[in-house]
């Protein structure tokens, strides 16, 4: 696992997806970088072994503005449609 530090626009084309998976979300308190967020992905169902973690993506504050600004310029999302869901209560 590894905090993101840059993300640029890859060179390229890419494939669609091949298959789906699924994906959980925590906010972790960093005393040094503030909140940090932490994506993880699972297995597709196609696995053998069943879901386990796959891939975890951590992005602090900056990294996620710049992650709203890639979604917003090249999924075509205007600010005005992006919501934060609620938090579950526990």
Do not use: F, W
Request: hydrophobic residues 30%; negative net charge.
């Amino acid at each position: 696992m590894a905090l993101i530090r840059s993300l640029e626009r890859g060179k390229g084309g890419g494939r669609p997806p091949q298959s789906e998976v699924d994906g959980t979300y925590i906010v972790v308190d960093d005393p040094d970088r503030g909140k940090i967020l932490k994506i993880t992905t699972y297995g597709s169902d196609m696995r053998k072994s069943g879901p386990k973690p796959s891939q975890v993506i951590e992005l602090d504050e900056e990294m996620a503005q710049k992650l709203i600004n890639v979604l917003q310029r090249e999924l075509n999302i205007p600010s005005r449609d992006i919501h934060v869901p609620a938090q579950a209560s526990e």
